[in-house]
């Protein structure tokens, strides 16, 4: 599930006009994202390095077939989620996880700032330009171990 929210932050950054370099800066940082949120659950942080944590991240951040990131390329262009879904007729995975990985991050106590602009975008009105934006002002911190 968590690979799909960062897809979503993927699609945005193409969406806004961003190249590959940025795409990789967004899935590199998310796979920090989900590496922290593992080990705080109680599980190994390499999990993540296997084929269901950066090989499907790969995946479905590079596919120009995902929906997630071809939503999150059209969410960078102002259209909504329903309004996605009514023109799609598809499931975007990614903004129901936010929600719920949000949640979880709240109760360990984990910052997930890629998590958190996509769904203050999706679930708050935020302005996708703006909330993309404040990702780029956060001050520098370790991302791994």
Known sequence: AFENVIAIAVGAAYGFGLGD?????IMTRGLAEMSRLVEACGGTPMT?????????LIA???SEHSRN???GYRM?????????KAE???VVEGALACKTLGALAEAH????????MVRSVLW???????AAASLFDRSLKPEFY
Do not use: K
């Open 109 to 116: 106590d984990v910052e997930l700032p890629i998590t958190e």
């Open 88 to 90: 799609t007729h598809m």
């Open 124 to 130: 708050e009105g935020a302005d996708p330009r703006s």
């Open 69 to 71: 990131r071809t939503f």
């Open 76 to 84: 960078a262009q102002g259209v909504t989620l329903e309004q996605y």
């Open 48 to 56: 993540c390095m296997g084929l269901a944590g950066v090989g499907d």
């Open 60 to 62: 479905t951040c590079t």
């Open 21 to 25: 370099n940025t795409a990789a800066l």
